[in-house]
């Protein structure tokens, strides 16, 4: 069989494990998509929008490691360009493709439709360079095979998204097959002088330390070091706590397990636990505004053991040239057992009384029944907002997970990429707890939901407005348009979608409603949750009011 770029670019794709891409169709990417399809091995999914698209690739990421998404010049990648940048910031990595201008186009003066009217057709990848970790434009055949490569190697290694544009007259030109997958995925050379000096740092902190504490963060899951992570918290038997983040990426059954550490609005004891430590050990953590509670709680100082993705910190030295899972591997080995902060404190298991049958439906009332519902096989998506806040209070079973988007924190993401991570791992219960006003932003990817028979169980929290704003800054701009969102299956179940749309305004109405979701195997259900505006949880308004604090600093005097 003679091969193409577009079925080269196919293999490699399913060659990394991929077994769907998402895609929106455009005239500069329709031969690209065809060629696409001859690979059997990959389902192409379609999208409503291509900032969805990008989403939908997002979440795919999450529960499958890697996705692709394939748009169309300018009028789509500039869309999808929002999710690419979520991709990067959450350390995901997702190939963007984009079909472009026929190569003859390129350096003629010809003005093309879909583009800025102007004859310079490379402003989009110069575009996304700044939101990729490799950027390539193919127009010819020839040099086809070692950009798509380069560009999917890089996002694998670093665990970043990265951007393909195919000229569209380039993607059925005939070029080689490609070559073994190993060659790929090959990991850089460990520094062996530079992983052992930062292991003995850290080894001689370690040693003169009685209280340890660990604090897990967000890009443990990306640094592939989840395992690594948790069987060096058996060798110290110390305390451990997790980053809000990083909810679902330390098991809550272990026995180091002291809840989330976040500033003022940590678990019971946690701040305490990481604010007294001799040697607090942070392994993948992001500090920012939001992780440090408005800059409030940064740990740093000679006590802090820094062991991020590609680096570690210790004693006032950096080391690198080695992987975390590496360092932690070795560290583990030697570790001694410190297990004074696990012993002195306990995990804190928050217990919400279920309020009657025929009792207003709550904040906190809706958390306890979908905590219920939670199983070692259940993916739990929360939007941007109060679910933030409801998903880190849920007590988990180990193999639950989390899915938080905590650092681009985009409204809106949740929805297309809980269909993205349910279309990746469809053997998984997915439930997704959305505020009414993100919601509004994505609504229709829901359709792709009924389209693909996904039991997507969605909890539209109705509390009729912005409430995290609320909390932070307060203004009429924060109060939204009510929708009537149960009824919205109606309209996407269409003739043949076999979609649930359910309202709950008390508690017993919940509870009905989640057995009705749990018996809807054909396709989604919206469980719309009304609740009081006022309705939210402590710690978002404890939260709220300090990034504000820290948003409203003044300029500094010149
Ligand atoms: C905005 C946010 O209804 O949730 O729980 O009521 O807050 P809560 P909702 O979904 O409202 C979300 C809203 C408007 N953030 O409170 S968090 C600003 C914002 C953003 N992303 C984009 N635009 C605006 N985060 C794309």
Redesign the pocket.
């Known amino acids: 069989m003679t091969y193409t770029v577009g079925m080269y670019l196919a293999e490699r794709l399913s060659q990394i494990g991929l077994k769907h891409h998402f895609a929106v169709a455009g005239d500069f990417n329709l031969v690209l998509l065809d060629q696409l399809l001859v690979n059997k091995e990959m389902e192409q999914v379609y999208c409503c929008n291509e900032l969805n698209c990008g989403f939908s690739a997002e979440g795919y990421a999450r529960a499958h490691g890697a996705a692709a998404a394939v748009v169309t010049f300018s009028v789509g990648a500039i869309s999808a360009m929002n999710a690419i940048g979520g991709a990067y910031a959450e350390n995901l990595p997702v190939i963007l493709i984009s079909g472009s201008p026929n190569s003859n186009d390129y350096g003629t003066g010809h003005i093309l439709h879909h583009t800025l009217g102007t004859d310079d057709y490379t402003y989009q990848l110069e575009m996304m360079r700044h939101v990729t970790c490799a950027a390539e434009s193919i127009t010819d055949a020839a040099s086809a095979p070692a950009k798509i490569d380069h560009v999917i190697r890089t996002a694998l290694r670093e665990r970043k998204p990265a951007y393909l544009e195919i000229a569209c007259n380039v993607s059925d030109a005939e070029c080689v097959r490609p070559g073994p997958v190993s060659s790929l995925l090959a990991e850089v050379r460990v520094d062996d002088v530079s992983l052992k000096a930062a292991v003995e740092a850290s080894l001689s902190l370690l040693e003169k330390s009685q209280r340890v504490t660990m604090v897990v963060g967000s890009k443990v899951r990306a640094a592939h070091a989840q395992a690594q992570t948790e069987h060096l918290a058996d060798k110290l038997e110390c305390a451990v706590t997790i980053m809000a983040a990083a909810k679902s990426f330390f098991p809550e059954d272990h026995k180091g397990f002291r809840g989330l550490y976040w500033g003022d609005v940590s678990s019971p004891g946690a701040q305490e636990l990481v604010e007294k430590s001799d040697a607090l050990i942070c392994v993948a953590p992001v500090f920012n505004d939001y992780s440090t509670v408005g800059w409030t709680a940064w740990p740093k100082g000679d006590n802090v053991l820094l062991a991020e993705p590609n680096r570690v910190t210790v004693s006032g030295k950096t080391y690198e040239g080695f992987t975390l899972r590496e360092f932690l591997e070795e560290l583990a080995k030697k570790a001694p057992s410190r297990p004074l902060t696990a012993q002195e404190s306990k995990k804190h298991v928050p217990v919400i009384a279920p309020t009657k049958a025929d009792a207003r439906l709550t904040n906190d009332e809706m958390t306890r029944q979908i905590n219920a519902m939670l199983t070692s096989d259940t993916t739990l998506v929360a939007?941007?907002?109060?679910?933030w806040f409801n998903a880190t209070r849920m007590d988990l079973p180990r193999g639950a997970r989390v899915e938080l988007e905590m650092q681009w924190?985009?409204?809106?993401w949740s929805v297309p990429s809980a269909f993205g991570n349910a279309m990746g791992s469809q053997e998984r219960q997915h439930i997704l707890m959305?505020?009414?006003?993100?919601?509004q932003?994505t609504a229709q990817e829901m359709a792709q939901m009924v389209r693909y028979k996904l039991p997507v169980i969605i909890f539209l929290?109705n509390?009729r407005?912005?409430?995290?704003?609320i909390a932070i800054h307060d203004g009429p701009y924060n109060y939204i348009k009510n929708w009537d969102y149960a009824g919205l299956m109606e309209v996407f179940n269409a003739e043949d979608g076999h979609g649930l749309g359910l309202k709950a305004t008390t508690a017993g109405e919940l509870a009905e409603a989640i057995k009705k979701a749990k018996a809807n195997r054909e396709g989604p259900t919206i469980i719309e949750c009304q609740i009081e505006r006022s309705d939210?949880t402590k710690t978002l308004v404890k939260w709220g009011k300090k990034v504000a604090a820290a948003n409203s600093r003044k300029p500094q005097a010149s």
């Open positions: 939007e941007t907002g109060d679910s924190g985009h409204i809106g959305v505020g009414d006003g993100s919601f932003l929290v509390n407005g912005y409430v995290i704003e939210c």
